[in-house]
């Protein structure tokens, strides 16, 4: 058959087939319009781009292939006979390649009826979602939508469930993304809710189960939809959402990124790209990173960017639970998950948030055989009948528990303190590490030495305490008590930390770990 393409009719075509391919093209037109001029002219003016204009940022040039583009809505209740079929039914379904690689994706088209989902709405996210999962690629869903269409009662009730069921099914085994770029309230939150990430829009954006009028009707509450939902909301108060970014165009760019990091699925590996960072670069402005008052704090993202490959580092969770640091870098190319207490906050204690933050995020790397590098300063968790009424006992286990079920490789690297339980969930050797090492600097104890000569000497006069104190700074607070048992594997110099790791980590990709079957654990959720 010739090749047509759009307004250059082949000489040698006859006119039927002529006819037939311009039927086809203007009908891919219609499609193409979604909800009309009008529409789109008010998505752009709330500053937002339509479900097409996303798909095109996301994915690489020309490479978006389109499934189900004239799928209409079979509604008849409540007016929907009569209503405009619009080809596509609110979604633009289809699958193509980021920087090469295979990526599906689905994006809500909210100038049809609002991106709510229908039956057959449903029916093609299900479809990507299959095609995902057989080809076991990463899906991306962008969010815009008012949840169920309200007109198709039940059956949109029970798309929705169709598409839970496989963000389950395909948990752990490819990775989901989700971006909330407009409304998204109703059922279109659970499905977010159960994929890796979800990042939203600044300004643009909100998520809630239901919305500032019913909240209003059953709480009495007076909330915005900015105040209920917002991307500041999730990002610093629920932890909902895992980033957010100033415009679409950013959250596209930055998805792009993620994606860069992340393996194709459970099986496949991590990802290598070319690196023009030696591994063995060395960088001697970390001998004085750690400052001579052990309580003084310090950037602990200095030694991250300093130790990942040329200072890329993609932070998930940056706006909560500051006292940890949880996101993705590459060693010699190949991603590595890195885990760090940061000092600059709450002295980087442990507490619920930072728990079960650093928990989920030690999980996920595990499922997707990304290895994890750890780098601990950490004072131990934090007391008080706020943290303990919190269930702080649960959370602190989670972290635990993520741990201790890891298969992939592990580094530690302890720069300063170690203390108490905290030192044991900090990926220690105890727990499964494969590779410890400390700095000079390092301090690993059951607790501070002020707080633990007050509770060996209670009642001693001054001098007592001072000298004891004294005494237990010297025989404690170094590395090396641990490291002449072989819990730490060696002292290093902070200089050759990236090196360190590197070498680590090339000895470690050979790790297997045999575990005993079960159907799967109980972590303490
Ligand atoms: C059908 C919908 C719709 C929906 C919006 N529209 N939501 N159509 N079903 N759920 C249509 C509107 O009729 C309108 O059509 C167009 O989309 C744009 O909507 P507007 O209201 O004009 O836009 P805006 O002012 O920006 O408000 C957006 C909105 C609001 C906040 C999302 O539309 C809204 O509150 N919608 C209803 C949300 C809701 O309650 N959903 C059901 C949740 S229950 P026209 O033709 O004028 O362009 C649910 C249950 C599932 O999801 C639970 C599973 C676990």
Known sequence: MPYFRRNVPLPDCDYAMKDILEQLETRREGARKGG??????????????????????????????????????????????????IPGDGVVTGWGTVNGRTVFVFSKDFTVFG?????????????????????????????????????????ALGGYGEVFKRNVQASGVIPQISVIMGPCAGGDVYSPAMTDFIFMVRDTSYMFVTGPEVVKTVTNETVTSEELGGAKVHTSKSSVADGSFENDVEALLQVRRLLDFLPANNTAGVPEWPSFDVPDRVDMSLDTLVPDNPNKPYDIKELILKTVDEGDFFEIQQAYAGNIVTGFGRVEGRTVGI????????????????????????????AFEIPIVSLVDVPGFLPGTAQEYGGLIKHGAKLLFAYSECTVPLVTIITRKAFGGAYDVMASKHIGADVNYAWPTAQIAVMGAKGAVEIIFRGGDAETIARQTKEYEDRFMSPFVAAERGYIDEVIMPHSTRRRIARALAMLRTKSVERPWRKHDNIPL
Not at 40 to 61: F, M, P
Not at 353 to 359: N, P, Q, V
């Open 36 to 85: 009309g001029e009008r529409r789109i002219e008010a998505q752009h003016k709330r500053g937002k781009l339509t479900a097409r204009e996303r798909i095109v940022l996301l994915l690489d040039k020309d490479s978006f292939e389109e499934f189900d583009m004239f799928v209409q809505h079979r509604a008849v209740d409540f007016g929907m006979d009569k209503a405009e079929k």
């Open 115 to 155: 991106g709510s989902l229908s039956e057959t709405h449903a029916q093609k996210i299900i479809k990507i979602q299959d095609m995902a999962l057989k080809m076991r690629a990463p899906i991306v869903g962008l969010f815009d939508a008012g949840g169920a269409r309200i007109q198709e009662g039940v059956a």
């Open 339 to 366: 885990v760090a207490n940061q000092p600059m906050v709450l002295a980087g204690v442990l507490d619920s948030d930072a728990s079960r933050k650093a928990a989920r995020f030690v999980r996920y790397c595990d």
